[in-house]
């Protein structure tokens, strides 16, 4: 269900126009990875805690820009539910006739359009709880980071302090309500223009928790890194927790639709969109640039159902931020008293592989060294699944009731069929739009 509580504050910070005062979100991680890295282990004896500073950076540089834009990504790119209303106008005789019925898709778009000089508002609220990334538990996501290479022969576990590794498990939760407000206006007969206004609420949680895999306590009986004062009874476990929020308007769309061939159980249309990039990047609540889409529809049906195909190319510049291919197909049927059901198939996929987020997936070996003994490991850096894309999948099962020929309601499930990317179990969605 849709948490009550963060829909009402969003509604009552849209409204006003107001947002709460929050730390920036996307520094979240960098605090984090400092703390633990740097900050703590100034208590490790003599120079052994700055050997971890490497490590910091490379987090700061590489993983935190990862996770804030998986994390951005799936709020700004979640779709919109479509902005057809329960009243579709016919051209087959050469003037408008109208048809009132509850059929239409959720989130893609078929050809129909509104018909010149009728308004469409409406307002729709999803809840996203982001579960999992790459189907790993957000919960359980764990980096790995190593020492410094301090005899700088390329190696790592020359020196006994090479060989410890610093383990942080993020524990992190991360939840977003959208509340998408949207007007859609019949210019002419076949041309619709639409604008949609995103407001989030968006909130990231959670406990670090960070362990030292002490080698050298086992090989020289003191740990050289630790979060304590006595490294011969060291401490080598510390928790950071974190807890920050935002809300405020996200990236503003503009969509053009045209009917461009209206025949019977078949229409072809083509859309234009245009994102802008309003909202605040920091915060999880833009992408930070301007983003376009353009796609051909193929729809068509009868009184009782109705089916439709989007193709959609979108053009999405930011860093870590693929331009991608866009299927949806889509089949609704009426089943009488105003109530129809819509089952829809997502499909994104990424065009280029190089703009894969990258979390650290690499292995690094060390070798550790007991007397003469060498003893070589492979340590992961990340235990997320490799994967050499994040495609993604979903399906969307959603009901929609026209109890009037102006006001039509919608309710909706968004499930992931795969699991590529960071991605909600499953997103709720509920909405109403209104014909004028």
Do not use: C
């Not at 239409?104 to 359009?113: D, Y």
């Not at 022969?153 to 524990?171: H, K, Q, Y």
């Not at 229409?267 to 609540?285: A, M």
């Not at 609704?332 to 190089?354: H, K």
């Amino acid at each position: 269900m849709i948490a009550f509580k963060p829909m009402l504050r969003l509604l009552v910070t849209a409204l006003l126009g107001v947002s709460p005062a929050f730390a920036q979100l996307g520094t979240v991680f960098d605090q984090v990875f400092e703390e633990i890295l740097v900050n703590r282990l100034q208590l490790s004896p003599g120079q052994h805690g700055d050997h971890f500073r490497e490590a910091a950076f490379v987090a700061n540089s590489q993983l935190t820009p990862s996770l804030n834009t998986a994390i951005t990504n799936n709020v700004s790119s979640f779709p919109n539910s479509n902005t057809s209303i329960g009243v579709t106008f016919s051209f087959e005789s050469g003037a408008p006739e109208k048809i009132r019925r509850a059929i239409g898709p959720v989130f893609g778009e078929s050809a129909t359009t509104l018909g010149k000089k009728r308004l469409n508002l409406g307002m729709n609220t999803s809840r996203l709880t982001m579960d999992r990334f790459r189907g790993l538990d957000t919960r359980d996501l764990t980096f790995t980071f190593t020492h410094v290479d301090v005899t700088n022969d390329g190696t790592l576990g020359e020196n006994p302090s090479e060989s410890d590794t610093i383990d942080v498990a993020l524990g992190m939760d991360v939840d977003a309500t959208i509340l998408a407000f949207y007007a859609s206006y019949g210019l002419t007969d076949r041309l619709d223009i639409s604008v949609s206004a995103p407001y989030i609420d968006i909130s990231l949680d959670g406990t670090a928790v960070a362990r030292v895999d002490s080698f050298t306590l086992a090989a020289v009986g003191m740990a050289n890194h630790h979060f304590g004062d006595d490294p011969t009874r060291p401490i080598l476990e510390s928790q950071v927790p974190y807890s920050e929020s935002a809300a405020g308007l996200g990236d503003v769309s503009v969509r053009a639709k045209y009917n461009a061939f209206n025949a019977d159980r078949f229409q072809l249309g083509f859309f234009f969109d245009y994102r802008f990039d309003n909202g605040d990047e920091s915060d999880f609540l833009g992408t930070g640039s301007n983003e376009f889409r353009v796609a051909q529809v193929l729809s068509g049906g009868d009184d009782n159902y109705q089916y439709l195909i989007n193709l959609a190319f979108e053009k999405r510049p930011g860093d870590l931020d693929s331009d991608e291919i866009e299927l949806l197909l889509g089949f609704n049927y009426e089943v009488g008293n105003g109530f129809a059901w819509a089952v829809e198939l997502m499909g994104d996929y990424d065009l280029n592989d190089l703009e894969a987020i990258n979390l650290l997936n690499d292995s690094v070996e060390i070798v550790d060294r007991s007397g003469d003994a060498l003893n070589p490991r492979q340590v992961r850096l990340s235990n997320i699944p490799d994967r050499s894309d994040d495609h993604t999948l979903n399906a969307s099962l959603g009901l929609r009731w026209a109890p009037t020929d102006k006001l039509i309601l919608l309710g909706n499930l968004l499930i992931p069929l795969n699991d590529a990317g960071l991605r909600s179990n499953v997103v709720a969605t509920a909405g109403f739009g209104y014909n004028f």
